[in-house]
């Protein structure tokens, strides 16, 4: 079985350039499970879809599975009862299921796979028999420019109930990646297409580098019969139950180690030792206990400045133990105040152990709380750390940056350290309790002097510093003349090869 490394290794030895075409399927190989199963449970929350036209989609489904009913059959069906909604409704829906639930099922494995082609150049697309609704979003979210999907007919915004042929399943994906090739210049022979589905074979056979990826038995099967590549990833999906048991374990350790503590405080009387004790204590059992390893780079800048702001882009849960493995004591933090209200005991050891908590919806009152930040800072030689994008982003894509960091800084008199986490959403993306064993990649930046800073050039720092980030990351800088966050994925070109009318006139609308 290869391994992802191997399928890097082999990207990297095709030529460069837009020639070579990189297609991937979505469902089951650039997310976990199925979009339609969550498009299905909104439309029946939605009213868009009756208990009566549930089943009967139901048996449309069986039927097509046994065979017995072709695909575009079965879309037919299924375009039957959205007939008359107008799409922009489905814009919507699938910009908001994707945010919720479909972004945390994208593979980080096949997120690096599509990077690595994007590097090289090649002309990278999605191909799926799904709608545009339920890809869209992940293609923007990728930076893949071309969607190859099956369309359903629109006329004056609304759906008629018809979808237009061909669809793309089967011979329709043939023939839409020899379109997407023709417009590029480029040769099928020498392209690649990843894919887990016996339903793809016809593409599979007619691409240079078939990629099985998640196979099931059959086509796991058939894949080692013609020496095909076959990689299986355990990054997403059902989790283990040890995995589980392990997550409720590091997620519990942060009480267990302030209890822990508390020994250290009742001998010495030193309550900043105990939490000291208790931080490193939680970092160390909570990343054992799941299986995370660090890769610094700069971790000299981690004590050369203190005390100072660290600042770290926040993508996971997981960042809290990343956080507290790499500075391990002398910290106070911001949290969220809903902490307390949803989780009392937890909220009340964090809040013992150096935590302020901010009401994110209330400007004013967060400034107003991180007031005691400056004489922790100032007077207990105390370190702050904290989000400036202030909640978890649902993909790598950075946030807008909030200024109560920088002000802090400012105020305190303080260096800022900004701390690039590069991948824990390989642990645990936004949505998910599970967290799963990874190296996370960190880069901490040299401190950022705020000495000579200003009230009046506070805009030009924050675009500054998050510019330091986007660099590291490899993402768009903000400029002064364009308001653009790298949270807003470029629009993405959705076609199909053969479409007998245009499936809608509008631009995807960002994310």
Not at 107 to 124: C, D, F, I
Not at 129 to 143: E, F, I, M
Not at 211 to 225: F, K, Q
Not at 429 to 435: E, M, N, R, S, T
Request: proline fraction near 4%; hydrophobic fraction near 40%; charge should be positive.
């Amino acid at each position: 079985m290869s391994d992802v490394k191997q399928l890097l290794d082999d990207i990297e030895n095709a030529p460069d350039g837009s020639s070579v075409v990189a297609i991937f399927d979505f469902d089951g190989t650039l997310i976990a499970g199925y979009s339609a199963t969550v498009f299905i449970r909104e439309q029946l929350k939605r009213g868009d879809l009756s208990v009566r036209q549930f089943a009967e989609l139901m048996r449309a489904m069986t039927s097509f599975g046994l065979g017995s009913m072709g695909f575009s059959g079965m879309m037919a069906i299924n375009a039957q009862f959205i007939r008359g909604i107008e799409e922009r409704t489905y814009d919507e829906v699938g910009l908001r299921l994707y945010t919720k639930e479909i972004a945390r099922l994208i593979y980080p494995e096949s997120r690096a796979l599509v990077k690595a082609h994007q590097a090289k150049g090649h002309t990278v697309a999605i191909i799926s028999s799904a709608t545009r609704y339920q890809v869209d979003n992940a293609a923007a979210d990728l930076d893949i420019d071309h969607v190859l999907c099956t369309h359903l007919e629109i006329e004056n915004g609304r759906f008629t109930g018809g979808v237009i042929s061909p669809t793309c399943f089967g011979q329709g994906k043939v023939e839409a990646a020899e379109a997407l090739a023709r417009e590029h210049n480029a040769d099928l022979d020498t392209s690649f297409f990843y894919s887990d589905s016996t339903d793809d074979l016809l593409l599979l056979q007619r691409v240079g580098h078939p990629r099985v990826l998640n196979p099931s038995d059959r086509l796991e099967r058939i894949a080692r019969g013609r020496q095909w590549p076959v990689t299986k990833f355990g990054s997403r999906g059902r989790p283990t139950l040890s995995q589980f048991i392990r997550s409720i374990a590091a997620t519990t350790s942060v009480v267990t180690s302030f209890i822990a503590g508390l020994p250290i405080y009742a001998l010495t009387g030193s309550k900043r030792e105990s939490q000291n004790f208790s931080f490193s204590l939680f970092a160390d059992t909570a990343s054992a206990l799941i299986g995370i390893e660090l890769d610094v780079v700069g971790e000299e800048h981690l004590w050369s400045h203190r005390p100072a702001v660290f600042i770290f882009n926040h993508q996971s849960k997981a960042d809290v133990i990343v956080i507290a493995k790499l500075l391990r004591r002398d910290i106070a933090g911001v949290g969220k105040k809903e902490i307390r209200k949803e989780t009392p005991v937890l909220g009340k050891v964090l809040e013992l152990g150096g935590l302020v908590f901010i009401d994110r919806a209330d400007g004013k009152s967060a400034i107003n709380a991180m007031k005691p930040l400056v004489d922790i800072i100032r007077n207990e030689g105390k370190s702050v750390v904290l989000a400036p994008e202030g909640t978890r982003t649902v993909s790598p894509a950075m946030a807008s940056f909030k200024k109560g960091a920088f002000h802090l800084a400012m105020q305190a008199g303080v260096p800022i350290i900004p701390i690039v986490i590069h991948n824990s959403g390989d642990v645990a993306p936004k949505g998910d309790f599970v967290l799963r064993s990874a190296t996370v990649k960190v880069e901490v930046l040299p401190p950022v002097d705020t000495s000579e800073w200003s009230l009046e050039t506070m805009n030009d720092h924050v675009r500054e510093v998050r510019n330091m980030f986007a660099r590291a990351l490899g993402q768009p800088e903000k400029t002064l003349s364009k308001k653009l966050t790298a949270s807003t994925p470029k629009k993405v070109k959705t076609k199909h090869k053969m479409k007998t009318k245009t499936a809608s006139k509008r631009p995807l609308k960002n994310i």
